[in-house]
């Protein structure tokens, strides 16, 4: 059997977006003589959804436009994802995560999701009820089996009491296909294919898994759709991170040699696409970023060139009378490497200005971390400017390390509206640099070889404040990812108080990450939607 792969990038809400490129996809498809074609989890309202499911008319509106698509469809047939309205409750709430079966201008069957994740970015017990619905259709001699994302994640885990597995090994199928929207992060790609490999165990037929494509809001999704045999052979592997329209041949095998690629060259991949899509699905066209001549800044800039082209990204120097020298000269060079425009405006005259105003009501006070940040603050103001003058996207360029234990400036270096690297480590920020620089010198080497600095008072290092990364990022990644208890982490080997001090900096900063921008998800857990803690909060432990 030929399937036709349409990994296709949609955007959320965009009907008849959507509904374009999957005409255009079944056109070529059936042109190349497939015998069914698949679309990815709710292709035509775009994933995910959230609470456009509420409103009056956005389920009508999704199925008037499944109904168009299915006009458009021959004998052969296609799997599409659609939001489904609840046909047996009227003004329900909850609707179902479907997949329609159009064939002969026509919807000839409709399959519902039965496993709703409820847990990291997930929330589908809000918006979906379960599905009841058949999982099988006879096609062309063949018993084939339909399943939407989750159905087949509870293979070898307890996340759901229930298990559709089972159920589909009754009807012993020929063939089970799988339509996903499933977000990417670091290690998803390798944890997906083992839950791939034991589905097909568990059913003894092949599988077809075609994935979403592209970015919404925070989430990336890669692609990487793939069919894998019933002997658990990959027969077949989408390209990661592109929009892909190919055929897999379940009597081919065109995977005899897969290349593995670095972690650094999936993270840029993943980063770039999430930056280029935020920015162009919500209407900019250029990014502009302020330039420190630090590291985070400089790894920033060369994704949004990645991302949106050296013509379309603006930096932007913003010394004090603190910063240094090298730290100016590092962000001209990177500026010139890059090919992007340039610009220095000093800052010193605002900050005295505004420390002299505030003079008389400071008198008696000891300079502290007000002033410091008053230089931050002077930067987001004049950086903001600039970005609403010219419609230029702002980035932010703090890093996850940074942004667990509140090294960074409410108003100040986190004003901008998409935190690019904010789901990043520290100790990865770095490894990204030196991936960048593998071939060419593009981040000059005194930014990556200096000790890292927010050059807010003289001398200031980041050491001063903070241990070493490589310890920091160890604590937060067993605090926040495996969300282990202080005495836990100790054990791990690091001394008791310094975890505690960290695990207490990490908390009493949770109202900063609650006004930071959208952060692209790069790790199983980021800030943000996937990571709902209190502000107002006593616990430590």
């Not at 389920?59 to 939001?83: A, N």
């Amino acid at each position: 059997m030929r399937i036709g792969i349409a990994q296709l990038n949609s955007t959320v809400g965009d009907l008849s977006g959507n509904l374009a490129l999957s005409i255009d996809a079944y056109e070529q498809l059936c042109g190349q003589g497939v015998d069914l074609i698949v679309y990815p989890e709710l292709f035509l309202s775009g994933y995910p959804p959230r609470d456009l499911l509420l409103k009056e008319s956005f389920l009508k509106d999704v199925f008037d436009h499944l109904t168009e698509f299915s006009m458009q469809t021959g004998p052969t047939p296609t799997l599409i994802g659609f939001p489904e309205s609840n046909p047996e409750i009227s003004n329900s709430a909850k609707c179902f995560n479907s997949a329609a079966w159009c064939q002969g201008g026509k919807i000839q069957k409709i399959f519902r999701k039965r496993l709703l994740p409820t847990y990291d970015v997930f929330d589908e017990d809000r918006y979906f009820s379960a599905g009841d619905s058949p999982f099988c259709i006879r096609y062309k001699e063949k018993q084939i089996a339909v399943t939407i994302c989750e159905d087949i994640w509870n293979v070898d885990s307890d996340l759901h009491s229930d298990n559709p597995l089972p159920i589909i090994a009754k009807d012993t199928p020929d063939l089970l296909i799988n339509l996903s929207a499933s977000p990417w992060h670091q290690g998803k790609q390798e944890r997906r294919l083992q839950i791939l490999k034991k589905t097909v165990q568990e059913i003894g037929c092949p599988i077809c898994y075609v994935n979403s494509i592209g970015g919404n809001d925070e989430l990336i999704f890669d692609g990487g759709s793939l069919t894998i045999g019933e002997s658990g052979e990959i027969l077949h592997r989408s390209k990661s991170f592109e929009e892909s329209i190919e055929v897999h041949d379940l009597s081919e095998n065109h995977c005899h040699h897969l290349t593995s690629v670095s972690v650094e060259a999936y993270l840029r991949k993943g980063l770039t696409l999430g930056l280029r899509d935020y920015s162009f699905k919500t209407g900019f066209k250029k990014a502009l970023i302020g330039l420190s001549g630090g590291i985070d800044s400089a790894v920033t800039a060369v994704l949004a060139v990645d991302a949106l082209g050296k013509d379309n990204v603006i930096g932007i120097s913003l010394p004090s009378s603190i910063s240094s020298d090298h730290s100016k000269d590092d962000a001209r060079q990177l500026a010139e490497n890059l090919g992007i425009e340039f610009h220095t405006i000093p800052i010193q005259k605002i900050v005295d200005s505004a420390t002299s105003e505030l003079s008389y009501l400071f008198e008696g006070f000891a300079p502290d971390v007000t002033e410091e940040n008053l230089q931050a603050r002077t930067r987001g103001l004049l950086l903001m400017a600039i970005s609403n003058k010219f419609g230029a996207l702002l980035l932010t360029t703090g890093n996850k390390s940074e942004l667990a234990v509140g090294y960074c400036t409410l108003y100040g270096d986190m004003c901008g509206g998409l935190a690019v690297i904010a789901d990043v480590p520290k100790t990865q920020v770095f490894a990204l640099a030196k991936h960048f620089n593998q071939n060419d010198e593009i981040i000059p080497v005194n930014t990556i070889k200096k000790p890292p600095s927010a050059e807010l008072r003289h001398d200031q290092k980041d050491s001063d404040s903070l241990p070493d990364y490589d310890q920091l990022d160890a604590i937060l990644h067993s605090y926040i990812e495996e969300k282990k208890s202080i005495a836990s982490i100790a054990a791990l080997g690091h001394e008791h108080g310094l975890v505690k001090q960290i695990v207490h900096l990490v908390d009493i900063n949770e109202h900063k990450r609650k006004q930071a921008a959208p952060c692209l998800k790069t790790t199983p857990l980021a800030f943000g939607v996937g990571r709902r803690m209190p502000i107002v909060q006593k616990y430590q432990n």
